[in-house]
């Protein structure tokens, strides 16, 4: 970053470092019309005392750098999120980037996070760029941030999303989506009702041969025996694809063993079959 006078650059960084408030008045009249972003700056910086003398000297909170980024976009401070907005900062403040709720989500902590939903932060704004069309919650979940997601979670989306969202996960592995679909089950329960043209939550774990996503809808009290559009229960998917394709599945026998073992009603007729007809016929023992 080069700005003129010389030295003032480094009197700057100095004076931001240090949040010194005398030190950068002192260098606010000689900073040239076409120089960097101080909001954003001094908001990077962490310097409180700085930040209040640029909005006591008329700099606005909405002020943008050249990738059209705000203070409030760069915020890791619930007090700076609070004095921003005092001075009238735009917590839904559209960027390629998302809105501060957006970015925060992805990078800063509840309280950050909980600040701007106070302040009126739009929990469903998507993302404006030309690839994805994220929520704040969404993101926080693709990331596994389960921190946030908690914080997000307060101000739960609507019933679609809900969904959507839910079923993005119960067939996922790993720690992380395993511990952010355990969260929004908590938050939304294990019986959504599903969008129309979707599966309910357990007959997607069970159709993928998903144990662990079948074992937390389970732990949140998913119903084992209700029947899909088309009469099929979990149990019945579950067994009907472990040898239903090319070769056999041995994921969707786990799947359907757990299910048994959870209380599922084996002998429930789907078409002409049974769960437990379809297990015996493929040599399936129960424990």
């Known amino acids: 970053m080069t700005i003129t006078p010389a030295g003032s650059a480094q009197a700057l960084a100095a004076a931001l470092r240090h949040d010194d408030p005398s030190a950068l008045g002192a260098l606010l009249d000689n900073l040239p ?63 390629p980037s998302g809105t501060p709720l957006h970015l925060a989500a992805a990078n800063a902590g509840p309280p950050v996070l ?43 989306p609507a019933p679609a999303t809900c969904f959507f969202l839910t079923a993005g996960f119960v067939t996922r592995k790993g720690k992380k989506p395993l511990a952010v679909l355990d969260l929004l089950l908590s938050a939304f329960g294990a019986d959504l009702e599903p969008v129309v043209g979707y599966d309910f939550l357990l007959h997607i774990a069970s159709k993928a041969g998903s144990l662990e996503g079948v074992e937390l809808l389970i732990k949140h009290g998913a119903a084992v025996d209700r029947p899909d559009r088309e009469g099929r229960t979990a149990a019945f998917l ?14 969707h026998v786990e799947v359907f063993r757990r299910l048994a073992a959870a209380g599922a009603n084996l002998d429930q007729r789907c078409g002409q079959v049974t769960p437990r007809e379809l297990a015996r016929q493929h040599r399936v023992a129960l424990s």
């Open 238 to 251: 579950a067994i009907h694809a472990a040898f239903g394709g090319l070769a056999p599945r041995p994921e």
């Open 114 to 156: 909980k600040a701007l939903l106070d302040a009126g932060a739009d929990p469903n704004a998507t993302h404006e760029g030309p690839v994805t069309n994220f929520t704040p919650l969404e993101i926080a979940c693709e990331l596994g941030r389960t921190l946030a997601v908690k914080a997000l979670l307060a101000r739960p």
């Open 33 to 95: 019309a076409d120089g960097p972003a101080l909001v954003p700056m001094v908001v990077l910086a962490k310097a409180h005392r700085s930040l209040d003398l640029l909005l006591a000297r008329g700099f606005s909170p909405n002020e943008t750098r050249v990738d059209r980024l705000a203070g409030l976009h760069l915020v890791d401070d619930a007090k700076m999120v609070r004095t921003l907005v005092a001075a009238g900062g735009d917590v839904n403040l559209a960027s």
